[in-house]
């Protein structure tokens, strides 16, 4: 019988500690070669610069301009000059005297961004042109038609026929795009033709005047003709269309925006598909929600949403949205201010039926709205205020909140320039250095509301304030009207 063989001992060289040291250590390496790859700059963009160039155009239009009158001659007469002078003036009019007209030149910059020829470039490049020619980084020359354009965010669409597919580029997330992260602008600054310029995103979401407006800010050098241009990120995406710069001088001081390529898209596909833009429209007029305020409005304990100050005839009106409602939020997103809403309802499909919740009355209601299309709304406000009985006799003033207030008669209508139907306390003078008088409450302004709740007499105005102080408030929000222009001011109750 075989003795049975020994067990073979197998002694394990990494002890736990060893073990946990070498995890700890390759966990540190896997930490730094990522912080490397996110820190790593290419020595170049040169490559970057070259792959992209090829879609980046020139764009110069040429406009008739009639030509102008004016003085025969803007020299002495009896100067020396006055002969060629005239002989200049009269080789730029016609046979029948009158000036000749002129072709007016203008530069700018664009992008391909589709193979069949569909360029984007700013509106104000192209606006007003006869015609419009591209010129591509490979010298190539192309006439272009427009496609459709939105004064609104500056965006202009323009086609080209080719004989052979072009190259092009395609646009990325601008809301993936980071304060710091590099970029590169592209075009043609002051006509000098193609150039290419490098910085960063300063900053997001900057807005200039525009209602639509959500631009980013570069310090990569943008000047006059880089308008339209693109602005490219690491990945040789588009991420703004270059559109304004911050100068004293009119050249770059590193202070350039580029419309957002989340805007953009959204435009540039309405104008591909109807030659125009579509926007939805709620149809309210509306102001932010200032922190005066917030102790005013029942059931509010942050100045967020936006305060409806008027609601003409459309979609709001007919899904029941009222004066003095406070949005708080749209189609299931938090409205921050009016610039938010604005947007958001913009940028939200015409005919789309989206829930609307609203505070009122310190509670808060859904309201389900169809929305119409901005681009044909009427932006004339209307009212349909309630009818003000007759005065037997003409109205005694008073004085309160720093405000002289008296009821509206037909003669103090007719000398405010009022509609006869208009009810409310007109504002007979206002106490300087009061907090009336500090938020621009003037003498001929029209009090409307109270409390959110409408006023035509002193005593209505008297009974909203006692409301007010019953219900714990401090402040007393009113409803002005100047020219027919509605606003909301909070003013402190006395104690």
Do not use: C
Not at 429 to 437: I, K, L, P, R
Request: avoid cysteine; glycine fraction near 10%.
């Amino acid at each position: 019988m075989q003795p049975k063989a020994a067990a073979r001992s197998v002694t394990n060289p990494f002890t736990p500690a060893l073990r946990a040291a070498l995890i700890a250590l390759m966990a540190l390496a896997i930490v730094a070669l990522q912080t490397f790859a996110a820190y790593a700059k290419p020595e170049s963009l040169a490559p970057l610069a070259e792959k992209i160039s090829p879609s980046v155009v020139n764009i110069t239009t040429s406009t008739l301009v009639e030509g102008r009158t004016g003085p025969r001659s803007i020299v002495p007469e009896g100067s020396p000059f006055e002969d060629f002078f005239r002989e200049f003036q009269d080789r730029n009019r016609g046979e029948d005297g009158t000036p000749t007209p002129r072709r007016s030149s203008a530069l700018g910059s664009g992008f391909v961004i589709s193979e069949d020829g569909y360029v984007v470039t700013n509106n104000h490049v192209i606006e007003g042109a006869d015609e419009i020619t591209i010129e591509f980084f490979s010298g190539t020359e192309l006439v272009a038609k427009v496609v459709g354009t939105d004064p609104n965010t500056d965006i202009a669409l323009l086609k080209v026929e080719a004989t052979a597919p072009l190259p092009f580029v395609s646009f990325g997330d601008s809301d993936g795009a980071r304060v710091g992260d590099w970029v590169i602008a592209m075009g043609n600054p002051l006509g000098q033709g193609f150039s290419v310029s490098a910085g960063i995103v300063s900053a997001r979401n900057r807005a200039l005047s525009g209602t639509y407006d959500d631009y980013i800010q570069t310090d990569a050098a943008i000047n006059r003709g880089n308008s339209g241009g693109p602005l490219f990120n690491m990945d040789g995406q588009v991420i703004g269309v270059n559109t304004a710069i911050l100068s004293p001088n009119g050249g770059s001081i590193g202070i350039g925006f580029s419309m957002a390529s989340n805007v953009v898209t959204r435009v540039v596909s309405q104008l591909k598909e109807f030659g125009e833009t579509r926007r939805g429209w709620l149809g309210v007029r509306i102001q932010d929600v200032t922190p005066d305020m917030v102790e005013a409005i029942a059931g509010l304990n942050k100045s967020t949403g936006a305060l409806i100050t008027d609601v003409p005839d459309g979609p709001a009106k007919d899904a029941g949205l009222q004066t003095g409602d406070v949005i708080m939020s749209f189609d299931g997103v938090e409205v921050a201010d009016t610039r938010a809403l604005v947007r958001q309802v913009g940028n939200s499909p015409v005919g789309a039926a989206v829930r609307v919740t609203v505070l009122r009355e310190g509670k808060s209601q859904v309201v389900k709205v169809t929305l119409g299309r901005r681009e044909d709304a009427d932006t004339a406000a209307t009212s349909n205020p309630e009818a003000v009985p007759d005065e037997e006799a003409a109205p005694e003033a008073k004085s309160m909140l720093g405000l002289t207030v008296s009821p509206l008669t037909d003669a103090l209508r007719e000398e405010l320039g009022l509609t006869g139907d208009m009810s409310g306390l007109a504002v007979t003078e206002v106490e300087e250095g009061s907090e009336a008088f500090e938020k621009g409450l003037r003498a001929g302004d029209i009090i409307t509301e109270a409390n959110q709740q409408k006023v035509s007499t002193i005593a209505d105005f008297e009974a909203r304030m006692q409301a007010a102080r019953d219900a714990g408030r401090k402040s007393l929000l009113l409803l002005i009207r100047r020219a027919g222009d509605p606003r909301f001011v909070a003013l402190t109750l006395a104690e």
